[in-house]
């Protein structure tokens, strides 16, 4: 067991158990504590899980999820909205969070957990050893587009770092856009900043729409979140300055691209860089360096609006990535990450191993390379990397 989860076990020992409602994010703190956004309930909970005695080692190409986690619920494929996805370190297990949809009730929460070999365990949810309040959530009297409550965005985020976990989403103050902070083991109440930023596209002063996808790195020595909203502004909030009841301006470093929402923010590294990778519903996604948001936290920040829609872009400059499919992603080890994806043509949820480096699966592409006769002329620059990625792409006959 975990320092986290026995030092969180004897601090909940007596109290009441508390039932998750619903689930939305999730994020690991150690490999044995998963931590779980309940929104429905205004809580979050740290719920244990077993660590495999050494990680499987196999890359992930489960081109259809949706059918063996049905079947693990014993519940209809069509039944299942995919929430959430988090790898747990030094596992390379991955947990799917999901909203169990049946009749006219919001649907009920389920966790499951699926290894490389396609084999999905139902997560028992009873037995969070832990759990915190979210005590300025939004109320349930507002909704989005008629059917969309503004309580499913009380979090929209999670990362844990340092014994602290932080949380994005929205409260229920004038300021709706909120930071919640953790320390972990859990003592009791978070604090909270609110938070404002510039929006590039919209050319306003934005307090209201939340983070939507964060990661932390440190950036010239200074642990920093870095953070993506809808539509798409890219900023960054020096951790310490995360105080309860201070109201903070994060500044905007780039505008990515309008008409598209983070679908997810991780960082890693490629030999000696590090990068910061973020998947967009709509579009490809961006890769950014350590060096070069350093470069863009050294300047000013974003001021003025872009010249939409003929410029879309503007501030620090991003790496087109082919990973526009993607719905949630993680880091399955240090050269893979692990996207949970739809199939364009049938429209599976699919759960596979994309190469850190390459950001792309070959095997969703016919070009020139895959016909039979083809043959690599000599000093090829391609040829190794794609002698690895059909490999780990399960197609190792064809890596010649």
């Not at 300047?299 to 872009?313: C, E, F, M, Q, V």
């Not at 199939?343 to 592409?365: C, H, N, T, W």
């Amino acid at each position: 067991m975990s320092l986290l989860l026995a030092v969180s076990s004897a601090h909940v020992a007596h109290a009441a158990p508390v039932a998750i409602q619903s689930v939305s994010k999730l994020s690991f703190g150690d490999a044995n504590t998963l931590f779980v956004a309940d929104w429905k309930g205004a809580r979050i909970f740290a719920l244990p899980v077993p660590v495999p005695a050494r990680p499987a080692g196999k890359p992930f190409n489960l081109m259809d999820v949706q059918a063996p986690i049905a079947k693990a619920l014993g519940v209809a494929p069509t039944a299942l909205r995919f929430e959430d996805l988090a790898v747990q370190p030094d596992g390379e297990l991955a947990y799917v969070a999901l909203t169990v949809r049946g009749g006219k009730g919001p649907g009920k929460p389920a966790i499951v957990s699926i290894d490389a070999a396609g084999k999905v365990a139902r997560v028992d949810l009873t037995r969070a050893s832990a759990s915190a309040p979210i005590t300025d959530a939004p109320t349930a009297d507002v909704a989005f587009w008629r059917n969309l409550p503004e309580q499913t965005l009380t979090v929209t985020d999670m990362r844990y770092y340092q014994n602290k976990l932080y949380v994005a989403g929205l409260s229920n103050r004038s300021f709706a856009s909120t930071l919640r902070v953790y320390d972990y083991p859990f003592s009791g109440k978070a604090s909270a900043t609110t938070v404002e930023m510039y929006h590039p596209v919209h050319n306003q002063i934005e307090t209201r729409a939340p983070i939507r996808s964060m990661t932390v790195m440190t950036i010239d020595g200074e642990p920093t979140l870095v953070a993506a909203y809808t539509c798409t502004p890219l900023v960054t909030i020096p951790l310490k300055d995360l105080k309860d009841g201070a109201h903070i301006v994060a500044r905007t470093v780039g505008e990515l691209g309008w008409g598209s929402a983070p679908n997810g923010l991780v960082n890693f590294k490629v030999g000696d860089t590090e990068y910061a990778l973020l998947v967009n519903s709509s579009r490809s996604a961006d890769l950014l360096s350590a060096a070069d948001l350093a470069s863009a936290i050294a300047a000013p920040g974003l001021s003025t609006p872009i010249d939409w829609p003929a410029k879309p872009y503007l501030g620090i400059k991003a790496t087109m990535t082919p990973l526009s499919a993607v719905m949630r992603i993680d880091n399955l080890n240090p050269q893979l990450l692990l996207a949970l994806r739809r199939s364009e043509a049938g429209g599976e949820m699919q759960l596979v191993s994309i190469p850190k480096g390459g950001y792309l699966r070959l095997s969703d592409f016919v070009n020139e390379y895959d016909f039979p006769d083809y043959r690599y002329p000599e000093g090829d620059k391609f040829r190794g990397f794609h002698k690895y990625a059909r490999t780990i792409e399960g197609y190792p006959e064809l890596a010649r």
